[in-house]
């Protein structure tokens, strides 16, 4: 039998304006004063901004408001916590896409430890995060790193001898996620895609991960059957509040889920590549998802047991949950989960990695730093370096 341990999970509040509700949270939690974190533009400057900010006034709950855009830079991380300590902040709240809510984790875990960000990232400082933190709330306005459920923030330096790298501590899981799917209904169809694929990356990542157990693995096929149905209409039909919830309940999902499971190679190259150029993290994983998926299904499918392979039915069975019928065949199901993935790939318009500036050389340098994590067969780095290609 095989042991696991689940993480605490964030409470989760769903619905659409359930962000109406986030004030009763904060004064019933007893908060008195928050930092606020949001993007630079669509939450910002919408009605919802409005309403939430003058709900807090009322309830005589004071905020101290911060943006944070693009990738999350060590220098921004500790600029806001050096503007924020002293002023006796009781918790942190985080309105936006991914990096916002990883400012958001990076900056209530900072504001509890001495020194810079750098300090603490894995592979880039040298002493360990203690875990003390203040309360943090995440409120994700796309669907895609599902960070509102997961234990790290991802900080990035990019260019040469530039890193993408994580804040880690068990402690950071978020307190409380509120998934408003009616925030969500104006992100532009192009993050919605990149996003949507970053989240059906991570749940089949999770679920065919070497770390995977039975509670991620409930959580992974249910998220895929989730975004099976939604995530083309969360672009075609942007406006679909059915959808864009069902998508976020997926994309949150994918955070218990790889919070637990681990994730693969997938997400191995999109560190390494995110910090060579400006790539959003979406991008790199919908990008590479279908190469990727089609040459582990292709080398786990020619060894000794051919088909007829644990790995390969995971495969299957996420190709089944995501196309929402059974093709037949583990070769079958598993050869429609490639199809799906690249005619999404195909009619969503995600970029190539040349278009983000990257070369062949780079690329094939690249490879060997890539760390496989957890994915479930071997890859060398000539086979990472193929697959990296394929996506030039
Ligand atoms: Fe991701």
Redo the contacts with the bound molecule.
């Keep these: 039998m095989k042991r696991f341990v689940i993480n605490p999970t964030p409470g989760l509040y769903y619905g659409k304006d359930i962000i109406l509700e986030l004030p009763d949270f904060i004064a019933e939690k007893g908060f008195g004063k928050i930092a606020l974190i949001t993007g630079k533009s669509s939450f910002f400057r919408s009605e919802s901004w409005k309403v939430l900010t003058d709900t807090l006034k009322r309830k005589g709950i004071q905020y101290i408001h911060f943006t944070a855009s693009g990738e999350n830079d060590p220098g921004a991380i500790d600029r806001i916590v050096a503007s924020l300590s002293g002023e006796g902040i009781d918790a942190v709240t985080a309105v936006g896409g991914?990096t916002v809510i990883d400012a958001g984790k990076a900056v209530s875990a900072m504001l509890c430890m001495e020194g810079s960000i750098t300090d603490y990232l894995e592979g880039v400082g040298t002493k360990a995060p203690t875990g003390a933190k203040l309360p943090f709330i995440a409120v994700p306005t796309t669907s895609?790193?599902?960070s509102e459920a997961t234990k790290n923030a991802v900080i990035s330096k990019i260019g040469p001898g530039g890193f993408k790298k994580s804040l880690r501590h068990n402690n950071y899981i978020p307190e409380a996620a509120f998934l408003d799917p009616a925030l969500i209904t104006g992100c532009p169809q192009d993050i919605t895609a990149a996003s949507g694929l970053?989240?059906i990356?991570?749940l089949i990542e999770a679920y065919v991960s070497t770390g995977s157990n039975k509670y991620t693995d409930a959580l992974a096929i249910e998220g895929l059957r989730f975004a099976g149905k939604s995530f083309p209409w969360t672009i075609e039909e942007g406006s679909d509040i059915e959808a864009r919830g069902s998508m976020a309940l997926a994309a949150y999902l994918s955070g218990v889920a790889?919070a637990n499971a681990g994730?693969g190679v997938i997400?191995g190259a999109?560190s390494t590549l995110g910090a060579m150029h400006q790539i959003p993290?979406?991008v790199v994983?919908g990008t590479l998802l279908g190469a990727a998926t089609e040459r582990i299904i292709e080398k786990v499918s020619s060894g000794e047991e051919g088909w007829n392979n644990s790995t390969l039915k995971r495969y299957a069975t996420s190709g089944i949950a995501l196309n929402g019928k059974d093709a037949g065949s583990i070769e079958d199901n598993c050869q429609s989960l490639v199809s799906r993935l690249n005619k999404w790939i195909k009619r969503y318009g995600i970029k190539r990695l040349g278009e983000y500036g990257f070369t062949k050389e780079e690329l094939k340098r690249a490879a060997g730093s890539v760390s496989p994590k957890n994915t479930p067969v071997e890859l060398d780095t000539k086979e990472i370096e193929l697959i990296l290609l394929s996506r030039l």
């Design positions: 991914g895609g790193t599902g970053d989240a990356t991570q790889l994730l997400h999109a993290h979406g994983c």
